[in-house]
């Protein structure tokens, strides 16, 4: 019975892997400015997760202790939809979705800081694989080069969302996770509300279908199904199982944009990755 239940679980984190990767074709495919992606993404998010919530009978009501930390996730979160779409936009989906997965091992260098975990020491192994890895993605260190920005800024993304993943853990257990995802749309959303009138958002007539996908299946299933992961995994362990997530984005990448990862984003790709199963394993055992 225990075996049967954490196949379940391991196969509900993989169908939120499933449906947060659409975000790389999404992403690269919706041709509009990014802030007003992200904002019109929160903004119909949000709305859906209330209606959710709402017809599930399910509290909004959050304690005054816990809302900084939770307005801070948000503010979290936002900066690394931000920068993973600018990473999008100026590379392709593979690139965008390696560099950013620098986060399982960003998370496991940061968790014992931040939570008083055990540091290991076999992380730092992984953390210079991971280098060695980001050295692939980028064809040279020179700033005028899309690609290299491209990687710089989804090391960034993964920053924010290692942070952002680390500091709900120790909410996670008190509140469901949709509500806590609806509190960190809210947030987004009004950080990025005047980027709607400042910049161009009349591209929305006409890209509103793939919008609402981004928002529906990637933000409000995907990374609430992936919010209530932490509840059976640890942050470091549900990050490192999500190493998937990458592989089914570029697959989806290939289908449907005809995007095919150059022999070096391969390489670099697979170093990376490579860290991130040596991990699941050794945290397996």
Not at 69 to 91: C, D, E, P, Q, R
Not at 145 to 163: D, E, F, P, Q, R
Request: with cysteine; glycine share 6%.
């Amino acid at each position: 019975m225990k075996n049967t239940q954490h196949l379940r679980n391991i196969l509900e984190l993989n169908l939120a892997m499933l449906f947060i990767s659409t975000s790389g074709a999404l992403g690269r495919y919706i041709d509009m400015p990014v802030p007003v992606i992200i904002g019109f993404r929160a903004l119909m998010a949000g709305i859906l997760l209330y209606i959710y919530c709402r017809w599930k009978k399910i509290s909004f009501r959050t304690g005054s202790k816990d809302r900084p930390t939770i307005i801070l996730s948000g503010i979290l979160m936002g900066l690394h939809w931000v920068t993973y779409f600018y990473a999008l936009k100026l590379s392709n989906v593979a690139i965008g979705m390696l560099s950013i997965f620098t986060y399982p091992v960003i998370t496991a260098l940061l968790e014992p800081v931040l939570l008083k975990t055990k540091f290991q020491k076999v992380h730092l192994l992984l953390a210079v694989l991971v280098l060695i890895g980001i050295y692939f993605l980028v064809p040279d260190l020179d700033f005028n080069n899309s690609y290299t920005k491209a990687v710089l800024l989804g090391v960034i993304s993964a920053i924010c969302y290692s942070l952002r993943n680390l500091i709900m853990k120790t909410k996670v257990g008190n509140y469901n996770g949709s509500v806590l995802m609806w509190y960190q749309l809210v947030v987004v959303t009004i950080f990025l509300m005047p980027f709607l009138f400042i910049m161009d958002s009349s591209g929305i007539k006409d890209q509103w279908l793939p919008t609402l996908t981004l928002a529906l299946l990637t933000t409000a299933i995907g990374h609430t199904l992936f919010l209530e992961s932490f509840k059976r995994f640890s942050i470091t362990t549900a990050s490192i199982i999500s190493s998937v997530q990458p592989v089914y984005g570029i697959i989806i990448g290939i289908i449907f944009l005809g995007e095919i990862p150059v022999f070096s984003t391969i390489i670099g790709g697979v170093l990376i990755l490579t860290s991130v199963v040596i991990e699941s394993i050794r945290t397996y055992k």
